[in-house]
């Protein structure tokens, strides 16, 4: 519809623009809550993770010049905003999901996100107990172990080759 | 005071003004608090007000929402403007992820350095012509309609409304070939919430 990537074919829909795809599976598939208060929540952390994924993919594509600056950016955000405000969730609750007592969307949003913030960094993760715990209950999950494993369609970090030629297609 | 909800944000549109103007189409009277200062930030901050230490930020129904789109789905949501179903509200997204992209894209050329601003400029006239205004004309050519999904308001009329003006400030030729989307504009500005959130006086933020 705007000429753009993602798009998925779902239900006889054309689907663009990745949070409209994402809202529609997780609401399909009972991934987004149990009401409006709860959707509230899984909104709010949704966006708030995805803003950093957004930020540490910048430091893969970023021209070299601003690689420095963008890590250190990266990292400051991960160690001081974000990483404490997901940490202080699971603290004040002591379950096992992050909303809702049972697992949404969101669980997995972050799991993706502390797998991406361990390859960008790996001691990022080391003061915050709560998520290391997270992190491995998450990753336990039948569904989840499974898309971990090599083979599955799950993708490798983007290599050089790779960047250069995404430039060329998406022009930027 | 209780009921009401509470928007804290700088006085000016920033990430905010959307959620001015969906809360003032559902004819929901809201308070403001500005940030006038850091020190009015920093305590907002320390006061653990901000999830991620950052606003818009609404206090709705017991809660401290931050996030543009968290807390657009949830007044959309309250208010009965997010369609009938998951696949009008797929639409919905859809059409509004697009609007806030060209949204942004146009916000950004106040702030950014002047020596990008020529080729911003371009950029930003281009998408809309081409990409973004070309498809929302398609939209309401397909069904002939009032209104963008399901035959009745939704927010993203509100949503399109709002970036429609905002392209009329930017350059008002740029909606010369898109007779739908004007007829689009004059209607839903003549609904009555609508109409008086355009008055002088209303919360509206100007440039």
């Keep these: 519809m705007f000429d753009q990537v993602p798009m998925v074919e779902i239900d006889g829909m054309k689907l663009a623009q990745t949070r409209a ?6 609401t399909k598939y009972d991934l987004y809550g149990k009401d409006m208060k709860e959707r509230a929540l899984i909104d709010m952390y949704t966006e708030g993770i995805l803003d950093l994924t957004e930020m540490i993919g910048q430091v893969v594509l970023c021209p070299p010049d601003q690689r420095e600056a963008k890590t250190a950016l990266a990292k400051d ?7 404490p405000a997901f940490e202080k969730v699971l ?20 799991l993706e996100l502390l797998l991406y913030v361990e390859e960008l960094d790996a001691s990022l993760l080391t003061p915050f107990p709560l998520l290391k715990a997270f992190k491995s209950r998450i990753s336990s999950l039948p569904n989840v172990k499974k898309f971990l494993q090599p083979g599955s369609q799950r993708k490798p970090p983007l290599d050089a080759k ?5 430039r060329k297609i998406f022009k930027f």
């Excluded at 955000?77 to 990483?83: D, E, G, M």
């Design 77 to 83: 955000r991960t160690k001081n905003r974000y990483l």
């Design 21 to 26: 795809i994402l809202n529609y599976i997780a």
């Design 162 to 166: 790779q960047i250069e030629e995404a």
């Design 91 to 110: 603290k004040s609750h002591g379950q096992d999901y992050l909303v809702g007592n049972r697992l949404t969307r969101v669980d997995i949003h972050l």
